[in-house]
């Protein structure tokens, strides 16, 4: 929350130095004779909502059904994709398969039941074959993927060859067939097994066999893979959120009735999946990292809801929320946190129930979004921020005498008590405004269910004598250090709402 920017209106409003002159009365009203004016600075009305603009794009604001104003801050949508995956599973198509039969059986399970795949779609490559040939003459060679097929035909490589015989001693060099494109054809493998077969047929009707003879497989992709597809973690990556809220945050204690941290989750991973935290840490203003403790993160995981096989190519969202029962949520959002830093990983089938099928897609993804929910219903005591502007007291001479009045008419639950610092171009104090800090807005009392029911008025005076207003005439700046409590000094916890105001009127009047 830009509280230091109300102050900054409390205080002194941001036409007090530079945009009112001495000289400029066309406003004042004479008071005393002819030399002594009161001249009106600012008369402002800010409600809480308008106080809580400005924010980044990662911070929002949300107003519930009750009016209580929700502070939201964000991270990125962190996504992992397929890719990793089906990068494993092409590994079980290498390139190049040699054949050492007719009828060649290759496993496409894992070892340990690390991967049982019932059916596969392919989106991309193709398929070849290598041979060395010792017949002299014509070979009419047909080599079959038995297990894939498209409309009811299944995935072949056909070529006819005139084999001439071999040099004596010398070792032929394999021959490349022309390829057949893989696109739309489907792999049902047999018990885990894809069976691979191959007839060499020569122009006298001999079936031979090769020598050499291998499937070549080129750029081989799929779109959809079904069956039990491992027990592995999908890495994620890091991200923060920034709690702007206690950016300027000096001293004090605040506390936030029911606090949330949300895990915004969309997955398309047609398996279970869970996840595995590796860091969830608050950071703190004065550079502590402290750990968000929850069994969801040490040991049981989050499941992430997931699409099952009728549902292909959907999406399901989900909402886990770190609160009060299940975390220490209230502890670290009390320690001063300035950032939320996490890594969220992923576990595919984390109980490894392999009769449990499941399926992914090239374009299965998952998303995670992390959010800080900070509900303007709490309680706070002398919390303090800090913050400077520029000042400028040109054109104010010949004064005897400087008086500032303010009057705040607030209906917010808030009390304000500062001081601000003179100060000149190398940051050397000259003076303060008050003579100590100073109560500037009352806080509104509140009913037992921390809700104000009337508005209540402060007015504050500020005197400068020409001997004090000399010592801050070359002041080039204006610290400004304000500390917040809710009604009774931060004894009671209130609610903020967005309709409620503070009314600001000041004025300065000077004597000459």
């Given at each position: 929350m830009k509280f230091s920017h109300f102050v900054f209106f409390v205080l002194?409003?941001?036409?007090?130095?530079?945009?009112?002159?001495?000289?400029?009365?066309?406003?004042?009203?004479?008071?005393?004779?002819?030399?002594?004016?009161?001249?009106?600075?600012?008369?402002?009305?800010?409600?809480?909502?308008?106080?809580?603009?400005?924010?980044?794009?990662?911070t929002y604001i949300e107003i519930d059904a009750e009016g209580v104003i929700h502070l939201r801050y964000e991270g990125d949508v962190l996504t992992q994709t397929a890719d990793e995956f089906f990068q494993v599973i092409k590994t079980y198509l290498p390139p190049l398969i040699p054949l050492d039969s007719t009828t060649f059986t290759l496993d496409f399970n894992s070892a340990a039941d690390q991967l049982k795949v019932d059916f596969a779609r392919y989106s991309g490559g193709s398929i070849s074959v290598a041979y060395v040939s010792d017949y002299v003459g014509m070979v009419d060679l047909t080599l079959t993927i038995l297990e894939a097929s498209k409309n009811g035909q299944p995935l072949s490589v056909h070529t006819q060859f005139m084999s001439p015989a071999g040099t004596s001693g010398t070792i032929p060099l394999p021959i490349f067939s022309s390829s057949t494109q893989c696109v739309g054809y489907e792999l049902m493998p047999d018990s885990g097994r894809v069976h691979i077969q191959y007839t060499a047929v020569t122009d006298l009707g001999d079936t031979i066999e090769l020598p050499f003879i291998a499937l070549v497989n080129t750029n081989i992709n799929f779109?959809?893979?079904?069956?039990?597809?491992?027990?592995?973690?999908?890495?994620?990556?890091?991200?923060s959120v920034s709690i702007d809220f206690f950016?300027?945050?000096?001293?004090?204690?605040?506390?936030?009735?029911?606090?949330?941290?949300?895990?915004?989750?969309?997955?398309?991973?047609?398996?279970?999946?869970?996840?595995?935290?590796?860091?969830?840490?608050?950071?703190t203003a004065d550079e502590l990292r402290i750990p968000l403790q929850s069994t969801f993160i040490t040991e049981t995981g989050i499941d992430f809801v997931y699409p099952t096989v009728p549902e292909a190519g959907q999406s399901k969202s989900m909402t886990f929320t770190f609160d009060a029962n299940n975390s220490n949520i209230e502890d670290v959002l009390g320690s001063r946190p300035i950032g939320l830093d996490y890594k969220v990983d992923a576990i595919s089938n984390p109980d490894s129930l392999t009769n449990?099928?499941?399926?992914?897609?090239?374009?299965?993804?998952?998303?995670?979004?992390?959010?800080?929910?900070?509900?303007?219903?709490?309680?706070?005591?002398?919390?303090?921020?800090?913050?400077?502007?520029?000042?400028?007291?040109?054109?104010?001479?010949?004064l005897k005498e400087v008086e500032f009045k303010m009057v705040a008419d607030n209906q917010m639950p808030l009390a304000i008590d500062g001081q601000a610092f003179f100060m000149d171009e190398n940051g050397t104090v000259l003076d303060s405004l008050y003579d100590d800090v100073t109560r500037l807005v009352e806080a509104a009392p509140v009913d037992s269910e921390g809700v104000v029911r009337e508005p209540i008025t402060r007015i504050n005076f500020s005197t400068f004598d020409a001997e004090r207003f000399d010592k801050i005439r070359k002041a080039k700046k204006l610290a400004l250090r304000a500390y917040f409590s809710t009604t009774s000094d931060g004894q009671q916890s209130v609610k903020a709402f967005s309709d409620q105001h503070v009314e600001i009127r000041m004025g300065m009047k000077v004597k000459r």
């Open positions: 002194l409003g941001a036409a007090m130095f530079g945009c009112k002159q001495v000289d400029d009365l066309q406003d004042a009203e004479i008071v005393s004779g002819d030399a002594e004016f009161a001249i009106p600075l600012l008369k402002a009305r800010t409600s809480i909502q308008d106080l809580l603009e400005n924010f980044d794009d990662s779109s959809y893979i079904e069956g039990y597809l491992g027990n592995f973690k999908n890495k994620g990556k890091r991200d950016k300027n945050w000096i001293q004090g204690d605040v506390f936030f009735d029911d606090p949330i941290i949300q895990i915004h989750i969309e997955n398309s991973f047609g398996m279970p999946t869970r996840s595995s935290i590796d860091t969830f840490d608050i950071i449990l099928r499941g399926f992914i897609t090239d374009s299965s993804f998952y998303k995670i979004k992390v959010e800080v929910d900070l509900p303007l219903h709490g309680r706070a005591s002398g919390f303090g921020v800090v913050d400077s502007f520029d000042l400028d007291f040109s054109g104010y001479d010949d």
